[in-house]
Every structure is written in C-alpha cells, then in structure tokens.
Nanobody
Framework: QVHLVESGGGLVQAGGSLRLSCAASGRFLSNYVMSWFRQAPGDEREFVAA????????NYADSVKGRFIISRDNAKNTVYLQMNSLTPEDTAVYLC????????????????WGQGTQVTVST
C-alpha cells in the first residue's frame, strides 16, 4: 500500500509560480512511476506530467510543456511539480498518482492516488 499526500497548492496571480510536492509513505517511491493529474470542476481528470523510476524519463501534457517540470527525489520519497508561467486555465485540484510499469497518461492505469491540492490562478 502506498499513501500519497500532496502539498504546495494555493492562490497565485497569472504569470506566477508554485511548486507542488507529493510525499509517499508505505513503500519505497523508487518502485513506482509517479504522475500528476488535475481536475477542474465539471471537467474530466486530465494528465499533467509523469516521471519514470529515475528523472531521465518524463512526459508532459502539451498544455504544460515548457512551463511545468516534474522531478522526483527517491531518497526523500517525494515527487515535485514546478509550475511556472501559470494561467487561469491551470486552476484545478492537482492530484499525485503512482503505478507500476511504464509511464501512462491514462488515469485508470494508476493504482494509488492522493487527495489533491487546490491551485487557483487569478487574473
């Protein structure tokens, strides 16, 4: 069992930055592929970024490519999402997820989920 807890969300003005963290407990994070998803009210859950067992394999949604950076620190059992040049369209609950095997953009392929952290970007 893996327990995931996100933090770092908040209110930020457009053009600003936030760094989200996802702390894992229960198992060694290095065994899992880690991803961030987001979900705005009334919308489907959307893939944001994924990182493989090491930081050498990453995938990003086109909407965040060049602005967001996902990374992991296996020694600290933590995954990060650095979000830059934020826009109001980035407003959502951001969720951390873990899975075995290859990275995936499909939410139902993930085994473990955190509760999420709210990110609100104002104009």
């Amino acid at each position: 069992q893996v327990h995931l807890v996100e933090s770092g969300g908040g209110l930020v003005q457009a053009g600003g930055s936030l760094r989200l963290s996802c702390a894992a407990s229960g198992r060694f994070l290095s065994n899992y592929v880690m991803s961030w998803f987001r979900q705005a009210p009334g919308d489907e859950r959307e893939f944001v970024a994924a990182v493989g067992w090491s930081n050498s394999t990453t995938n990003y949604a086109d909407s965040v490519k060049g602005r967001f950076i996902i990374s992991r620190d296996n020694a600290k059992n933590t995954v990060y999402l650095q979000m830059n040049s934020l826009t109001p369209e980035d407003t959502a609950v951001y969720l951390c997820a873990a899975k075995w095997g290859a990275t995936s953009k499909t939410s139902n392929s993930y085994n473990y989920w955190g509760q999420g952290t709210q990110v609100t970007v104002s104009t």
